[in-house]
């Protein structure tokens, strides 16, 4: 489910890795430290994870390099073809979504995602961080990282910004997908039993790291 979006990902999955190294101008800031924001999400991770969105495989690379267990799930099927072509079968990656995937054979401690969680509307990310907090035990991690907004006239404003810059792929992107603000993210991980703490990465994406009380 929240799989609308992958019609996009059909065309982009063969140009993705150019675009998060900054070869597209409309997305630059988007993906300003991408590297950095990778290996943060890895020095927060535990020692088995579960991966959405794997996307084509840069921070499952990683985590791998790192020398964690990483059960992968990604819906789109040209995604994890270049995700394969780049990790080989060093990693299982299997088709699933954030809300519908195989459970790993073992129990997880954190479960991960970069740039891939406003893909689902708000409902849809309650009804998956609740299923998370059913999965994990005390102490247990949700890690995401993330485009989110302070708040709705701070979106709004990015719009405005984009649409001045001439960035029309932007600003329509950040209308049609998901954005969260932070307040909703975070009554949502609270409802659900986790604490959660957020801290900004560049001018669009936030860490999100919530532990299970
Ligand atoms: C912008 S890419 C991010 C890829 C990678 N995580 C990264 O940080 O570079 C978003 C990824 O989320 C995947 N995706 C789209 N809808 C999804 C869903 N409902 N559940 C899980 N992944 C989804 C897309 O296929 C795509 O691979």
Same mark, same amino acid.
């Given at each position: 489910m929240g799989r609308e979006f992958l019609d996009l990902f059909e065309t982009?999955?063969?140009s993705y890795d150019e675009s998060v190294h900054g070869h597209d101008e409309q997305y630059r800031d988007v993906f300003a430290e991408y590297d950095a924001i990778l290996n943060t999400v890895v020095e927060k991770s535990g020692n088995v994870v579960l991966e959405f969105g794997v996307g084509t495989g840069n921070l499952t690379q990683k985590l791998l390099r790192s020398g964690k267990t990483v059960y992968g799930i990604e819906p789109s099927e040209p995604m994890r073809q270049k995700a394969f072509e780049k990790? /080989?079968?060093t990693v299982t990656i299997q088709d699933g979504d954030f809300l519908s995937f195989p459970l790993p054979n073992e129990p997880i401690d954190t479960i991960v995602s970069t740039y891939a969680f406003h893909h689902l509307t708000d409902e849809e990310k309650e009804q998956a961080i609740s299923q998370y /907090?059913? @999965?994990l035990n005390k102490g247990g991690k949700i890690v995401f990282a993330d485009t989110a907004f302070v708040d709705r006239e701070a979106f709004e404003q990015m719009v405005i910004?984009?649409?001045e810059k001439g960035f029309h792929d932007l600003a329509e992107d950040l209308k049609r997908e998901y954005y969260p603000t932070l307040p909703v993210l975070e009554s949502m991980f609270t409802k659900h039993g986790f604490s959660v703490s957020f801290v900004p990465m560049n001018r669009f994406?936030?860490? @999100?790291?919530a532990t299970k009380q």
């Open positions: 982009w999955a063969q990790l /080989g079968d /907090g059913k @999965m910004e984009a649409k994406v936030w860490l @999100m790291e």
